[in-house]
């Protein structure tokens, strides 16, 4: 019987982690997150937009599901192309090299240490690099994923147009 649910809960485990590893990979650990933010913050002011930092890494299932849920939801996906610059801003506080910890430190002060929401955590800032708002995901999640009127909610209350009334 030990055996059997050993063998249970590694079968369980396999589809878990295949199911995971079927997201798309969104976080480009080869780019400087500072730098990545700053040319984000100049797209936004050419354009008229917010920056959405998503904050997290390939390493974090979900933050990797919410960027496949709003990348599969049209009305959401819409809201976000008409009022944002979204970037994935990589943050691994594990890894443990000289400039990958000195750049998630650089990362950490920059946004004002949102990891102490967990991930993924998103960072709104306006067209001057400013931060408007730091989201907690928890906040969006329903289940073993997210809410879509919670998640239109988060990005209709801090589009340029809403922050500017």
């Known amino acids: 019987m030990r055996k059997f649910v050993c063998c249970l809960i590694f079968a369980y485990c ?3 982690a295949g199911a995971q590893s079927g997201l798309k990979k969104v976080y480009d650990e080869s780019l400087n997150p500072i730098e990545q933010i700053d040319k984000a913050v100049a797209k936004a002011k050419a354009e008229s937009k917010f920056v959405v930092c998503q904050v997290g890494g390939n390493w974090c299932p979900w933050c990797l599901r919410f960027a496949d849920y709003i990348s599969n939801d049209s ?3 819409k809201v976000i192309d008409e009022n944002f610059i979204y970037i994935h801003v990589n ?6 090299d000289q400039t990958s910890m000195e750049q998630g430190k650089a990362l950490m002060n920059r946004l004002a240490n949102p990891a102490r929401f967990g991930f993924p955590v998103f960072v709104i800032l306006d067209d001057n690099g400013e931060i408007l708002h730091t989201q907690d995901s928890s906040f969006l999640e329903e289940g073993q994923g997210y809410n879509k009127d919670k998640v239109l909610r988060f990005f209709r209350c801090w589009t340029p147009a809403a922050v500017r009334k």
Not at 91 to 96: E, G, L, T, V
Request: glycine share 0%.
């Open 14 to 16: 396999c589809i878990v």
């Open 91 to 96: 943050y691994n506080p594990r890894k443990a």
């Open 75 to 77: 009305t959401i996906s």
